[in-house]
């Protein structure tokens, strides 16, 4: 048997199994929320104050010891002890070794169930500020790398397979919508985390005249949340982290299948950086995109979290049960993952170096200009599914002998359709292809222009929020 008392312990007459405090505590993972509760206490301390049930000399005398222990945590003197079960107990019973029997007092009208629930708010809000810092500059880094490739052009894809040519700034700021998206998705997660639950105590609320909105205010937060009961079981703003940091992530794996399959001999569109790939242990040729598949892969472990917590939440009654100590586990690993994954794929398009002449190349081949043999000759006053047809036909004809579109005789075309006229051959260039898609949105050089200046504006407007 165990042997430490616990602030709860009045009620039973055994110590705690040793098995059950080793399966119980969460000090091992929650002394991550350590300086979030320092700035809970400090606001309850001065709530309690306010509620005249702490006297002012004893609301300083509060204040200096948990600044004492804050200073220590900050400096890492603070030793988090795991029989204490978890990061406020910790902190609590510090905070006792400093004022003696008036740490006690601090607890009134509180519970862990609203105390822990307020910390991981703060805490997530303070990490979707840096995972937007961070957003920002893999944006950043996608519009800065679309300028200085701006007029290279290779294969845009469908099934993977040479679709039509397209500018690669096109292709990179495809990536940049995405990651605004995410950016607005972590803006909008903030509204509802801006929600304080402190002072909705256990379940029920308190009996004490505590001013929750002034808790609110010392806080941040927004306003307080509105039913007790909610406050202290809700953790759909975790789920909604989980979810939009599962939604990043799948966008940073797929950014990082692109550039393994650019990287490849087979596709040779770009290289990377030596800094960020790693060697075989046996093929000394070897250098491997391991940074970009790691994300690939880590990309399944947020999904995993985000079902983790699903399954967890889906059974609960209200209001607080224990199962709600699974939530900080994904949330913490998901932060560390996300953060990492966005910094090192920053680093990757930074490092990103094309093979224009490559890519340039692989635009040629697959008859990517097809699409716009048909588009001449509706201009020419065939209906677009016979010009689709009649232009199948004739890449089917280049294909029987071995030519480009290009290099195909015009005889050879008219034979098929004799509207076509020696005007054809303009309409066939990769770079005539892309100049002509200049509707909103497409790939022409004037519209990709006018996207970087769009993209610049919105990140200079982000940087000075």
């Known amino acids: 048997m165990a042997g430490v008392k616990k602030p709860w312990g009045g009620r039973f007459r055994e110590a705690t199994h040793a098995l059950v405090e080793k399966f119980t505590e969460s000090v091992s993972f929650d002394q991550r929320l350590a300086l979030y509760d320092i700035r809970v206490n400090l606001a309850h301390v001065e709530v309690l104050r306010e509620a005249g049930l702490l006297s002012p000399e004893e609301a300083r005398t509060l204040s200096q010891g948990l600044r004492e222990i804050e200073e220590e945590i900050r400096s890492g003197k603070f030793v988090f002890r795991r029989e204490l079960e978890d990061v406020h107990m910790n902190l609590e019973m510090a905070l006792r070794e400093k004022v003696g029997p008036l740490a006690g007092k601090l607890h009134t009208g509180r519970s862990r169930n609203d105390q822990v629930a307020t910390d991981f708010r703060l ?43 397209v500018l690669l700034s096109h292709h990179l700021l495809a990536y940049y919508e995405m990651f605004r998206r995410d950016t607005e998705r972590f803006r909008d997660l903030r509204r509802r985390l801006e929600v304080c639950p402190l002072g909705a105590a256990a379940l029920a609320g308190t009996p004490y005249p505590l001013d929750r909105d002034l808790a609110a205010r010392l806080l941040g937060f927004r306003e307080p949340a509105r039913n007790s009961m909610d406050a202290v079981s809700d953790r759909d703003f975790a789920l909604e982290f989980l979810f939009a940091s599962a939604l990043t992530m799948m966008h940073l794996s797929r950014l990082s299948e692109e550039i393994i399959l650019w990287m490849s001999p087979e596709f040779g569109f770009i290289d990377l950086p030596d800094a960020l790939c790693t060697g075989s242990s046996i093929m000394p040729q070897k250098k ?19 079902m983790a917590l699903l399954t967890v939440m889906k059974g609960l009654p209200l209001t607080y049960n224990r199962d709600l100590q699974e939530d900080k586990e994904p949330v913490f690993d998901t932060v560390d993952t996300l953060r990492a994954s966005l910094a090192l794929a920053a680093l990757m398009v930074e ?34 599914r016979e010009a689709h047809h009649l232009a199948g036909r004739i890449v089917a004809r280049a294909e029987e002998k071995g ?19 020696q005007e054809v051959y303009a309409w066939l260039t990769v770079e005539g292809s892309v100049a002509r898609r200049r509707t909103l949105g497409g790939t022409s050089p004037e519209r990709v222009r006018e996207a970087l200046e769009t993209a610049r504006r919105e990140l200079e407007e982000e940087r000075c929020e």
């Open 288 to 306: 491997n995109p391991d940074v970009a598949e790691l994300i690939r892969g880590k990309t399944g472990r947020v999904y995993g979290h985000l």
């Open 351 to 384: 490092g990103l170096r094309p093979r224009a002449e490559r890519m340039r190349a692989m635009a040629e081949e697959g008859y990517t200009t097809a699409t716009d043999l048909a588009d001449y000759l509706v201009l020419k006053g065939v209906p677009f």
């Open 403 to 421: 030519l480009k579109l290009w290099e195909l005789p015009l005889s050879e075309m008219q034979r098929l359709c004799e509207r076509i006229d």
């Open 123 to 165: 805490y997530l809000l303070a990490e979707t500020g840096e995972i937007r810092r961070e957003l920002l500059a893999l944006r950043q880094a996608l519009v800065n790398k679309a300028e200085e490739v701006f007029g290279l052009i290779l294969p845009g894809f469908t099934h993977l397979q040479h679709a039509q040519p």
